[in-house]
Nanobody, 129 residues
Framework: QVRLVESGGGSVQAGGALRLSCGVS????????VGWFRQAPGKEREGVAA????????YYADSVKGRFTISQDNAKNTVYLQMNSLKPEDTAMYYC??????????????????????WGQGSQVTVSS
């Protein structure tokens, strides 16, 4: 059974940084995507960043490009989201998710919530001005 466990959320001042971690209990897929999504109250859940494990390609939403970095450590079965230069509008619940079919390779950041097979529990990020 695949389980994803997130950590690293918290509160930070605007301009600060946080790093989210997503531990994946099953990491046996050579072609797969791990994505980070976020959802603010009253807003749609949106894709923030994704990584295609097959070749390491990364994809970012325009709103976070240049500020956020997605990376992986296969030895630790962990995917990270480094968030720098945080803004109040980044405040949201952040979720990591796994797509075992690797569809982000073809769809980029446009891969949808429905494309991901497994989801973490969410980690709250709050950025104050």
């Amino acid at each position: 059974q695949v389980r994803l466990v997130e950590s690293g959320g918290g509160s930070v001042q605007a301009g600060g940084a946080l790093r989210l971690s997503c531990g994946v209990s099953v990491y046996t897929y050579s072609r797969r995507c791990v994505g980070w999504f976020r959802q603010a109250p009253g807003k749609e859940r949106e894709g923030v960043a994704a990584i295609y494990i097959g070749d390491g390609s990364t994809y970012y939403a325009d709103s976070v490009k240049g500020r956020f970095t997605i990376s992986q450590d296969n030895a630790k079965n962990t995917v990270y989201l480094q968030m720098n230069s945080l803004k109040p509008e980044d405040t949201a619940m952040y979720y990591c998710a796994l797509d075992t079919l690797g569809r982000c390779k073809y769809e980029g950041i446009r891969s949808t919530r429905a494309d991901y097979n497994y989801w973490g529990q969410g980690s709250q990020v709050t950025v104050s001005s």
